[in-house]
């Protein structure tokens, strides 16, 4: 069940058959000369549609996209648009805790962008903490046929990777012309983009265009069987969630 087309009637009758929600996010952001900043809500909401088709019923309740996300490290370039950390943790506990007051139990995250990754998992500790209930995030899905097919190392924005899923799902949106190579410059070897380390950067410091790896070798076909594979993982997620059980606790701090 869309939660944004039902009434609130309907969400209490299908909340007796299903207690699982679907929350995509992504973020307002630069995607280099050729993506539009909407990529990673736009990727994020289409997935969880596509995952959404594919799942058995009673079908999970899908949430409206949150669309702002945690870019500080982008907003040298207009447009992008950010949340503190602190904020975003604040608004996805929230949602979390009252969907929790309505009868879901397990809330499954589509995050369409690494930067909000820390704000969820605090806001998953703290919602685990005060009502029991699971919030679990999937920002890696489609790793497998990812390692396989992006050749760039270090590709983690803008680059081979997202070029080739947004050809795949908004060919339309994709600037071709303006695809470019960035002039990369990391920190130094132990903290390049592919380092075991993990570190905070502003992306102007590191890259010209806003990209972070390869964006002129990106193919549709990649991107297609990209898709496909997160799609894959996505669903077999959510669909082995439903007999996990979870009991509802509501704590004081
Ligand atoms: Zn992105």
């Known amino acids: 069940m869309k939660i944004y087309e039902a009434t609130w009637s309907e969400v ?55 669309h702002y996300g945690m870019s ?76 396989k097919l992006v050749e760039t190392p270090g590709d983690i924005h803008a680059g081979e990777y997202e070029t080739s899923t947004s050809l795949a799902n908004r060919p339309g949106a994709v600037r071709a012309e303006r695809i470019k190579k960035p002039n990369l410059k990391p920190y130094s070897d132990a903290l390049a983009f592919d380092s075991v380390a993990g570190f905070h950067f502003r992306t102007d410091e590191v890259t010209d265009t806003g990209a972070i790896g390869d964006p002129t070798r990106a193919d549709p076909e990649k991107g297609k069987a990209l898709w496909e594979a997160t799609i894959e993982d996505i669903v077999r997620v959510v669909e082995s969630l439903r007999d996990v059980e979870v009991d509802i606790v509501w704590r004081e701090w």
């Open 72 to 147: 500080l490290h982008h907003m040298a370039f207009p447009g992008t648009v950010s949340l503190r950390p602190e904020t975003l943790e604040a608004v996805v506990y929230d949602i979390c805790v009252s969907l929790v007051h309505h009868g879901v139990r397990k809330i499954v995250v589509i995050n369409g962008h690494g930067g909000n990754r820390a704000a969820v998992s605090n806001a998953a500790a703290k919602v685990k903490w005060r009502t029991n209930a699971l919030v679990v995030w999937v920002d890696d899905a489609g790793r497998d046929a990812r390692m």
């Open 12 to 66: 209490a009758e299908h909340l007796k058959r299903v207690d699982i929600a679907i929350l995509p996010m992504g973020s307002i952001e630069q995607h280099s000369l050729h993506l539009p900043l909407s990529t990673d809500s736009y990727d994020a909401e289409w997935v969880a549609e596509r995952v959404y088709e594919r799942l058995r019923e009673p079908k999970p309740l899908l949430l409206p996209p949150l």
